[in-house]
T-cell receptor
Framework: DAGVTQSPTHLIKTRGQQVTLRCSPK?????VSWYQQALGQGPQFIFQ???????QRGNFPDRFSGHQFPNYSSELNVNALLLGDSALYLC?????????????FGPGTRLTVL | GESVGLHLPTLSVQEGDNSIINCAYS??????FIWYKQESGKGPQFIID?????DKRQGQRVTVLLNKTVKHLSLQIAATQPGDSAVYFC??????????????FGKGTKLSVKP
């Protein structure tokens, strides 16, 4: 049973560039959430996708956008990168929208903005 | 969310001892709580969860205790092993106010197990 997978594992970009990160959910899951984890901190919720729509959003600017595909995989896009966007980006999958379903995390994508 | 900088609270224990990691959560409306373990360079790994209608739940070598009166959560690890060394996060899921499903993570605790 494949767990949550993310690509790429590492990425280096410069300020002002745009980046796309990818996530495939755990088999049987249909909901994908994205989190940003700065060094030494807990993950911060960015947004959640279900049925190809953004259902919830955390306190992140519009530079952060996403997409979910019919096969439940998801992308996170960040435009006009800032130095402060350097972080580990985590994807988590779960089943359904109701609160309380366990979210399983992928290994993350380490983004470095120079 | 809160900023804790680079200095996580650290718990150092001897191999074979029991470990207790504590967490204060923020939202009295939260009804689902999870403990995650995060090893260096990896994503958070699910350990154990508990719902607000319970005050204790046991897994393999781990026990979670929930005290809703003081909004406190703890994780107990029995017979701690070197492989338990990691950062441990508690997370809560509020289910009111349109915020179903997103996890709010607490401050992590770094567990260091001495052989």
């Amino acid at each position: 049973d494949a767990g949550v997978t993310q690509s790429p594992t590492h990425l280096i970009k410069t300020r002002g560039q745009q980046v796309t990160l990818r996530c495939s959910p755990k088999s049987g899951h249909d909901t994908v959430s994205w989190y940003q984890q700065a060094l030494g901190q807990g993950p911060q919720f960015i947004f959640q996708y279900y049925e190809e729509e953004e259902r919830q959003r955390g306190n992140f600017p519009d530079r952060f956008s996403g997409h979910q595909f019919p096969n439940y995989s998801s992308e996170l896009n960040v435009n006009a990168l800032l130095l402060g966007d350097s972080a580990l980006y985590l994807c988590a999958s779960s089943f359904g929208l109701a609160g309380g379903d366990t979210q399983y995390f992928g290994p993350g994508t380490r983004l470095t903005v120079l | 969310g809160e900023s804790v900088g680079l200095h996580l609270p650290t718990l150092s224990v001897q191999e074979g001892d029991n470990s207790i990691i504590n967490c204060a959560y923020s939202n009295s409306a939260s009804d689902y709580f999870i403990w995650y373990k995060q090893e260096s360079g990896k994503g958070p790994q699910f350990i154990i969860d508990i719902r607000s209608n319970m005050d204790k739940r046991q897994g393999q070598r781990v026990t979670v205790l929930l005290n809703k009166t003081v909004k406190h959560l703890s994780l107990q690890i029995a017979a701690t092993q070197p492989g338990d060394s990691a950062v441990y996060f508690c997370a809560e899921t509020p289910t009111y106010g349109g915020s179903q499903g997103n996890l709010i993570f607490g401050k992590g605790t770094k567990l260091s197990v001495k052989p």
